[in-house]
Each structure stands twice: as structure tokens, then as C-alpha cells.
């Protein structure tokens, strides 16, 4: 099956710095990537997913790029603000029905 | 926005009780997920349930667990008889496969098992 392994586990940053979450995977059958924002006491939410058709995909101030070759993909934020701080999960799924979670990060934003 | 609910938000329980987690899944979708994550651990795939029946299924999920959709909106995770190590937090998903693939997730029932 498919493993998903995700770094860091834990990030702090400065306020309008810039954050990255790597993630590898395993199963080159993987075509669907996408990545949840978890907020204190609510379930994830999507923020951007990528499909394996392309290898970067941007929404304002998150971006996602996808090597396939060496299987990771990578989630970046820019001008972190305070309400970015959650736990960001990365996932992997051939299709886009149950994905395959990495561990989690913890963003902290400090303002 | 539609949303997944879930209850209990938090329940506490004795080892060898059964338990009930309760979810609405979003009214138009079909595909409805269980999923839970240990502490500190990853979010991991429990069951997956279409059609009113179970497709897929991890080997965590086993014969203490069940699940069911016994009137058409509600979609219950059953442990039969819990044990220490089914603390966790527990959430619900569900998927309309006609859209984007985002599964959308309720807020999770954190169970304590003691």
C-alpha cells in the first residue's frame, strides 16, 4: 500500500516569512495529492490539491510542486500570517478517494 | 456551506464498553469514510461505505468494529468493546465523487477509553 511520509513535524517561523512542508511517497500509482489545514478542535480542510498531470499549482499565497520522478511533493507558503498556524497534513491516492496520510506539521506563525 | 457533523465531540468511556460515534454526512454525497488519529500519530483510513455497504476496509478495522447508515442521513461507527488503545480522535468524511475529490471532514469525536 501506499506510506506517505511527511517533514517537518514541527515548523515555526516569523510572520511574513516563508514555509515549506515536504512529503515523499511510495506508490508511483499515486496521481492525487492534496493538503488539509487542520485547525485547533475542527476537522481538515482541503487547501490545494495537484494532480499528477502538472507540477506546480499556485492559490495566492500557497503553492504546491510535485516531482514524480523521486515521488515528493512539496507545499509552500509565502508571507506567512498568524492564522496560518494549524497542523497541515500532506496525502497521496491513485484517484481521489482514501488518500493516504502523512503524519502532520505543525505550523507556528509567530506574529 | 454544507457541512459533516459529528457527535459526540468528545466521549469517555470504560475498556470493554461499546461505543456509538455519530455522523451527517453532507446530503448529496454518496461515499462516507471513517478515519482516526492517535495522538500524535498519522490520520489513518478506517472503512470506507457506498451503497450502503462497506468497499473498502484497513486492517485496523476489525471485527470490534461495524458500521451502518440506518436511516438514510446518519452514519455510525460501533465499537463493540473498547480498549485502551481505541482512544483516539475519530473522523468522519464524506465525498461526492461527481465533484473535485475533496473528502470533507466533520470536527471528530475524540474518544477516551479508560
Known amino acids: 500500500g501506499e506510506n506517505v511520509e511527511q517533514h517537518p513535524s514541527t515548523l515555526s517561523v516569523q510572520e511574513g516569512d516563508s514555509a515549506v512542508i515536504k512529503c515523499t511517497y511510495s506508490?508511483?500509482?499515486?496521481?492525487?495529492f492534496p493538503w488539509y489545514k487542520q485547525e485547533l478542535g475542527k476537522g481538515p480542510q482541503l487547501i490545494i490539491d495537484i494532480r499528477s498531470n502538472v507540477g506546480e499549482k499556485k492559490d495566492q499565497r500557497i503553492a504546491v510542486t510535485l516531482n514524480k520522478t523521486a515521488k515528493h511533493f512539496s507545499l509552500h507558503i509565502t508571507e506567512t500570517q498568524p492564522e496560518d498556524s494549524a497542523v497541515y497534513f500532506c496525502a497521496a491516492s491513485e484517484g481521489s478517494y482514501i488518500p493516504t496520510f502523512g503524519r502532520g506539521t505543525s505550523l507556528i506563525v509567530h506574529p | 456551506e454544507p457541512e459533516v457533523t459529528q457527535t459526540p465531540s468528545h466521549q469517555v468511556t470504560q475498556m470493554g464498553q461499546e461505543v456509538i460515534l455519530r455522523c451527517v454526512p453532507i446530503s448529496n454525497h454518496l461515499y462516507f469514510y471513517w478515519y482516526r488519529q492517535i495522538l500524535g500519530q498519522k490520520v489513518e483510513f478506517l472503512v470506507s461505505f457506498y451503497n450502503n455497504e462497506i468497499s473498502e476496509k484497513s486492517e485496523i478495522f476489525d471485527d470490534q468494529f461495524s458500521v451502518e447508515r440506518p436511516d438514510g442521513s446518519n452514519f455510525t461507527l460501533k465499537i463493540r468493546s473498547t480498549k485502551l488503545e481505541d482512544s483516539a480522535m475519530y473522523f468522519c468524511?464524506?465525498?461526492?465523487?461527481?465533484?473535485?475529490?475533496?473528502?470533507?471532514f466533520g470536527e471528530g469525536s475524540r474518544l477516551t477509553v479508560l
Open positions: 506508490d508511483s500509482a499515486s496521481n492525487y
Open positions: 468524511a464524506s465525498y461526492d465523487r461527481a465533484s473535485t475529490g475533496e473528502l470533507f
